[in-house]
């Protein structure tokens, strides 16, 4: 690790020393989970899958602005996604926050791909209005007994361990009867099948519980005190669309780039020159809103009311972006011409429930920051 250079610049030097062999190795190869994971453990080599987490657990203890600057490097170069995304970005920050000196030993293991994470919050009855859970944990002596089921988990069959939300006390309020608990998804009665999707893949899961024994040392946080650990969760989710922002804008200058508007260059039909312009512009829009949440970070440790807007227009920009692909592609693109556009084109159309769906960012927007009333 050099002393001299800023942690950006030492990052894109790391990138550029080893993507070309990576990408050569992993070229066309159909396990892109593999590929991903593979790339995870070359970051961790330099501290660099989460740089903004301590030292102590794998990080580099960098300030929010240098390790924005260093998501904007990877966006910049087109770095692969983290294999054990959901432990890196969100649950590992949430076993930091709250996580007994055992618990914070996972912290290493996630960084470096050994350990991959999942979330089981939502069930079949339960996504929107999280705090309506029913999956419950009853303490039996010193440990917790599970029963219930999840739905929608992501890297659900990928993943070998989960935080799990569990209602621990059925006569509390809602919000007041949620525990988190840490748990391994080999232990007995846990059966996982999964779900398939529009876009062939399964990266989602259904999480089955038939009275499922886990330590009482699994619990993270207070015991029915859940609901504030999850919104840490969530939280840590949903400032994840700060680089979101910088990497959709990164996303529409390369296509803009590839068709290039200049003289020489294959002609557009007017439709896809306007959708390019259009997409330009909500690029542009999209990482000035970012910019505008980072300095709210700086200012105030929150990344204000930006954020929320930056979450409904990223499912947008997200959906519109894949169509214009397809669209710049022609009919062949939707034809197996170009899977990647293809895959896009399908998987965007959950940017708009995955997260929180659009009517409840809109709903949080219109209560927490506009302050509207409610009927
Ligand atoms: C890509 C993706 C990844 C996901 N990963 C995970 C994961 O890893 N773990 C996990 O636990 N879950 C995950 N989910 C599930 C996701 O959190 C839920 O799908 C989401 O919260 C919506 O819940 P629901 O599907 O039950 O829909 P519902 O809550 O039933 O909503 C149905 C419709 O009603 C609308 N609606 C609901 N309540 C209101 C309201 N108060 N006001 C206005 N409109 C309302 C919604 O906007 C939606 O249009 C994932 C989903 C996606 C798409």
Known sequence: MSDNLAPADELAGFLEEHLPPWRAQWAGHPDTFAADLDWQRIMQTGNWVAPEWSVENGGRGLDVLSALACA?????????RTAGIFGVKNVGPTIAAYGTPEQREHLPRILRGEEIWCQGFSEPGTGS????????????????????????????????HMELL??????????????ALLIELDTPGVERRPIRQITGDSEFAEVFFTDVRVPRSSL??????????????????????????KDIEQEVEALVSAHSLTAG????????????????????????????????????????AEQSIIKLLHSMVTQKLAATRVSLGGMAALTGSDPEAE??????RSADIAGGTTEIMKNILAKRVLGLPSS
């Open 129 to 160: 209005d999280l705090a309506g859970l029913q999956t419950r944990a009853e303490l039996d002596g010193d440990e917790f007994v599970i029963n219930g089921q999840k739905v929608w988990t992501s890297s659900g069959m990928r993943a070998d």
């Open 343 to 348: 895959l896009a084109y399908l998987g965007a």
């Open 72 to 80: 904007a490097v990877l966006a910049e170069h087109h770095a692969p």
């Open 220 to 245: 993270l946080g207070p015991l029915n005190g859940g609901w504030g650990v999850t919104m840490t969760t969530l939280s840590f989710e949903r400032s994840g669309v700060v680089a979101f922002a």
């Open 166 to 179: 569990v209602r621990t006390d059925r006569e509390a309020p809602k919000h007041k009867g949620i525990s």
């Open 265 to 304: 260059a294959a002609p557009l039909s007017a439709d896809n020159r306007d959708q390019l312009v259009r997409r330009f512009v909500e690029g542009r829009t999209l990482g000035a809103l970012g910019n505008r949440s980072l300095a709210s970070i700086v200012a105030t440790g929150e990344p204000g």
